[in-house]
C-alpha cells in the first residue's frame, strides 16, 4: 500500500514523488498550463507555447544540455534586447509545421501551373527582348538579395528565446529561400525557350554590377550580425520595404505586362504575399517588446539605432537601384513615385512599433 510522502518544505519543490505536492489546477477539467492569448487555445498555441523549454518555467534543474564552454543551450544574451515575458508573443499568422508546408507547397505548386501552361503556349518567345536581358542580368541579381535575407533568418531562428519566435523566424526564412529558388528555377525554364538567355548572369551582376553593390552590402551587413532580432528587424522593417518590395512590386509586377510579360508578375507576386504574413508577425513581437513595462524605453532607443544603420544602408541601396526603372522599352513606373510610396510604408511600419521615422538624409 502506497503511503503519503511527508517532506521538508524546502524539499518539497524539488520532488517528484507522488503525493508531495499539489499543483495548480490540480483539479481542474481544463488542460491549461499556458495562458492563451484570446478566451479559448488555439490549435497553434497548443502546438507551440513551451515547447521549447525554459529553466524559468518548468525547468527546476536548469538547462539539460549545454554547450562546451559552459554557454546553455539557449540565452537571453543573443540579442540586445530585454523582455519582462519572452512567451508573450504570438504571431498573427499562427503559422506551424504543418500549415507552414501545406502553405508552401500551394504556392510551388500554384507557380509550376503558371510555368508550365506559358511555357506550352510560347509565351517566353514573345517577351519583349529588352525585358528579356532586364529578367536575365536584374532579376537574376535580385534572388541573391532573397537567399541572403533567407540564410540570415535561418542562423536567427536558432538563437531565439522561445518556440513562438523560433517558428515566425524559421517559417520567414523558409519563404526566402523558396522565392530565391523560384526565381532561379523559373529562369532556367524560360531559357529553355529563349536561346540567348544567360541563366548564370545574375550572379555575375549581383557581384559585379555597381547597381546592386550598395543592395548587396546592406544583405551582408545583416548576414554578418549576430544579434537574431536585429536580423529580423533589418529583414522585415528596413530591407523588405526599401529594396524588396520595391523591385518586386514597384518595378517587376507594374511594368512586366507592358513588356508581353505574364508569367514573371505571378512568380514575383508569391514574394509579396510572403511579406505580408512575415511583417504581420514582425511588427507583432517589435510592438510587444518596445511597449515591454520594464524594458520598453531601452528596446526602443535599440530599435531606432538599428532603423538608422540599416534603413540607411537600404536607402541608399534603394536610390542607386534608379536606373533600372529607365531600361525597359515600354516604361510604366516611375522611381520617384515607387520610392516615396515605399519611404510611406516604412513609416506605416515604424509607427505601428512605436518607434520615429527613418531619416531622409
Request: net charge negative.
Amino acid at each position: 500500500m502506497n503511503e503519503h510522502v511527508t517532506l521538508e518544505p524546502e524539499a518539497e519543490a524539488y520532488s517528484g514523488a507522488a503525493g508531495a505536492k499539489i499543483f495548480p489546477s490540480s483539479d481542474s477539467r481544463k488542460y491549461n498550463y499556458y495562458e492563451p492569448k484570446g478566451r479559448k487555445a488555439t490549435h497553434y498555441e497548443d502546438v507551440t507555447v513551451d515547447v521549447q523549454p525554459d529553466p524559468e518555467r518548468y525547468l527546476a534543474q536548469n538547462w539539460i544540455i549545454s554547450f562546451a564552454n559552459g554557454d546553455p543551450g539557449y540565452s537571453k544574451d543573443w540579442t540586445k534586447i530585454k523582455s519582462s515575458n519572452w512567451h508573450l508573443f504570438r504571431a498573427p499568422d499562427q503559422e506551424w509545421e504543418r500549415t507552414h508546408y501545406q502553405r508552401q507547397a500551394t504556392i510551388v505548386g500554384a507557380l509550376e501551373n503558371v510555368i508550365q501552361n506559358g511555357r506550352r503556349s510560347g509565351a517566353a518567345s514573345r517577351i519583349d527582348k529588352q525585358w528579356v536581358k532586364i529578367l536575365q542580368d536584374h532579376v537574376g541579381a535580385f534572388k541573391h538579395l532573397e537567399y541572403g535575407l533567407g540564410i540570415s533568418l535561418m542562423h536567427a531562428q536558432r538563437l531565439g528565446y522561445t518556440q513562438m519566435i523560433n517558428n515566425a523566424l524559421l517559417t520567414n526564412s523558409s519563404y526566402k529561400l523558396r522565392m530565391s529558388q523560384d526565381i532561379t528555377l523559373y529562369l532556367g525554364e524560360i531559357a529553355l525557350d529563349i536561346p540567348e538567355f544567360d541563366p548564370a548572369a545574375g550572379k555575375k551582376h549581383w557581384l559585379e554590377d555597381e547597381l546592386w553593390q550598395k543592395t548587396r552590402e546592406a544583405v551582408e551587413y545583416v548576414m554578418g550580425t549576430n544579434d537574431y532580432l536585429e536580423q529580423y528587424f533589418a529583414t522585415n522593417v528596413c530591407i523588405e520595404p526599401l529594396i524588396g518590395e520595391l523591385f518586386r512590386s514597384g518595378f517587376v509586377m507594374q511594368d512586366a505586362a507592358a513588356q508581353n510579360d505574364f508569367m514573371t508578375p505571378s512568380v514575383i507576386a508569391a514574394g509579396e504575399a510572403d511579406y505580408e504574413r512575415n511583417l504581420a508577425n514582425t511588427v507583432e513581437l517589435l510592438t510587444v517588446l518596445a511597449n515591454d513595462e520594464t524594458y520598453g524605453t531601452e528596446n526602443r532607443a535599440i530599435f531606432q539605432s538599428w532603423l538608422t544603420a540599416h534603413g540607411g544602408r537600404a536607402l541608399a541601396a534603394a536610390r542607386q537601384l534608379q536606373p533600372i526603372w529607365s531600361q525597359p522599352i515600354n516604361k510604366r513606373a516611375q522611381f520617384a513615385d515607387v520610392l516615396e510610396k515605399q519611404l510611406a510604408r516604412i513609416d506605416s511600419i515604424t509607427s505601428a512599433i512605436g518607434i520615429a521615422p527613418l531619416s531622409r538624409a
